[in-house]
């Protein structure tokens, strides 16, 4: 195993899930999407001081920016920068990518919310998700479905111990 694969695969490379989105939201394509950051901002992120639960995505001007997300800067910071822990980011994709998010956002009515941050390489990038508010009816179904699932698994384990 070479030294870089062996780094990598005992690290998690995650630094924030939004749990809340897949419990709000009816997730469907993801995108993988760079984010435009500040050095105390990085540094802040290797501490593991990011949060991205209550953030969301929005087009402004042909271009998407992250809203919402708080990066708390370190104490250590520098003196002489201002930090502002929940300021609007850009959001780096390729303009076909842009062009299909406007595109979906606009005309059929889809959000755009993160759903992960994590580490690839040296870099910070966010995964997007599309995605469709979800209704109170829709919530109880789906926690009335991952109960069940949960419990029949229990039975399939208790009935079958060699599995």
Known sequence: MSRKAAKNSGTDRTIALNRRARHEYTLGDRYEAGIALKGWEVKAIRAGRAHIGESYAMIRD?????F?????PLVSASTHVVADDRRTRKLLLHRHEIDRLIGRVERDGYTLVPTAMYWKGNKVKLELALARGKQT???RAAAKERDWNREKQRVLRRNNPDA
């Open 68 to 72: 919402g997300a708080q990066i708390t």
């Open 62 to 66: 042909g271009e998407i920016f992250l």
């Open 137 to 139: 009816h829709d919530k």
